[in-house]
């Protein structure tokens, strides 16, 4: 059974950093794409970033670029998302997804994990 | 605003038959990427319900069904359950934006 759980989350003030992470199982992680998917309190579903099987290609959002990073270690069969210099519209549920697609572009997010909260605030 | 279209509520009674649509463009859906559809319970994480715009995963019953059609796409429900009251979402790529874009949700009240 493919398991995402993810860790890291909690209240931080704007302008800090955070760093999620997310532990998985049941399937050849470093076989997969990965991503991170965030969702703000009663709002939609936003991507966050991709991340390739080695780690030689990544892919951020805009709105988030320059401030998070994603990154990954199969060793671990662990994914990570790096957040810098934090704003209060990042405040949101962060799900950790197990990516599939043929090539770089396109594909879905096939499982998700139950999500990790952080909430920017002073 | 949300680069795919979706109506914010749909509703129908136990055994009707309702669709949600997903709106695109010439950069994401009308370029031909696949269309995705996910149902997300409420206070769960969204779960796949539809792939390749018309596929449904292992699990997912045969009441649930997708099509695609120039920029846009549907999800269909047929028989609708008590159980089916959840925020749907479409989720496509979008090349100008080189960003995995999804809709901006659709809550189904079932009456």
């Known amino acids: 059974e493919v398991q995402l759980v993810e860790s890291g989350g909690g209240l931080v003030q704007p302008g800090g950093s955070l760093r999620l992470s997310c532990a998985a199982s049941g399937f050849t992680f470093s076989s997969n794409w990965m991503s991170w998917v965030r969702q703000a309190p009663g709002k939609g579903l936003e991507w966050v970033a991709n991340i390739k099987q080695d780690g030689s290609e990544k892919h951020h959002v805009d709105s988030v670029k320059g401030r998070f990073t994603i990154s990954r270690d199969n060793a671990k069969n662990s994914l990570y998302l790096q957040m810098n210099s934090l704003r209060a519209e990042d405040t949101a549920m962060y799900y950790c997804?197990?990516?599939?697609?043929?090539?770089?572009?396109?594909?879905?997010?096939?499982?998700w994990g139950q999500g990790t909260l952080v909430t920017v605030s002073s | 605003q949300s680069v795919l279209t979706q109506p914010p509520s749909v509703s129908g009674a136990p055994g009707q038959r309702v669709t949600i649509s997903c709106t695109g463009s010439?950069?994401?859906?009308?370029?031909?990427?696949?269309v995705y559809w996910y149902q997300q319970l409420p206070g769960t994480a969204p779960k796949v319900l539809m792939s390749g715009n018309s596929n449904r995963p292992s699990g997912v019953p045969d009441r649930f069904s997708g099509s695609k059609s120039g920029t846009s796409a549907s999800l269909a429900i047929t028989g609708l359950q008590a159980e089916d009251e959840a925020d749907y979402y479409c989720?496509?790529?979008?090349?100008?934006?080189?960003?995995?874009?999804f809709g901006g949700g659709t809550k189904l009240t079932v009456l």
């Open positions: 997804a197990r990516r599939i697609a043929a090539t770089a572009t396109g594909g879905y997010f096939q499982h």
């Open positions: 989720q496509s790529y979008d090349i100008s934006l080189s960003s995995w874009v």
């Open positions: 010439s950069s994401n859906i009308g370029a031909g990427y696949d």
